[in-house]
């Protein structure tokens, strides 16, 4: 991975061997800016496509700075969409105390998006915590996978139906898996595997279980890990949709004239 070079070539840089190291480095982050990783790509065809690759930046950015009321509300608009729908969705959790679920999902979702890191620094904050304030904890993890989604606002619209478009199938992939898995899931709970006999239901729930995993064993909680995936076609099947989408555009376009 180039992340690690880069860092190991930025440690070792010293005034004695700064110009000996410079173009890897150079070469390193046109590499990282560019997104490419390719040994047959000389190091002149790199600066070339980052100075390529910069110029269109400046350009974009100066056409954001002169763009129109209209065009600048526009930017952003299926990513909102999305949020308000997600929000929804993932109240369904917390209105039934699913709140392991709602972070599992979120988790699975930020990392999908390229926010592993903003993840990775809310376990950091809460992990040391014997006493976890799971609410709090999802009310952060949420605002981080926001955050990182509006990120997406900025690179244009076809970035912005790409990872949307991506992200609902990666939730419904998780919904769906979740689903298949749950038959598999009781059968391994009830399983003593010291006696490879079957427990039946009512010896697991006279067992020292938390609350929330033996609601887990349930076959109503098989339904609703089935409505979940019912839910979540319904809220945004229509973000996928080429005639909403148009419909939404042009009404977000007449109510702000």
Known sequence: MFYREIKDLLNKLNSE?????KPNLIR???ELVLNINDDNISDDELDMLYNFF???EELRREVSE???????LMEGLL??????????FISEFENKDYISDAI???NTSIRSIGGIA????????YAPSEDIDRVQYLMELKSEFYKQLRAYSSKGIYEEHFVICGLINVIRFELEEKSQEHG????????????KKMKSLEEFERENHLGELKTKMTVEFGKELQRRIYLWDSLTRKLQDHYYLENLYEEESNRIK
Do not use: A, Q
């Open 17 to 21: 061997n700064i110009e000996e190291l």
């Open 28 to 30: 390193k982050v046109n």
């Open 54 to 56: 910069i110029m269109r």
């Open 66 to 72: 002169n763009i129109s009321e209209e065009d600048s």
């Open 79 to 88: 990513i909102e969409n999305f949020i308000k729908e997600f929000e929804e």
């Open 104 to 106: 599992e999902l979120i």
């Open 118 to 125: 903003r993840g990775y620094r809310l376990v950091k904050k």
């Open 184 to 195: 598999r899931h009781v059968i391994s709970m009830l399983t003593d595997y010291r006696t």
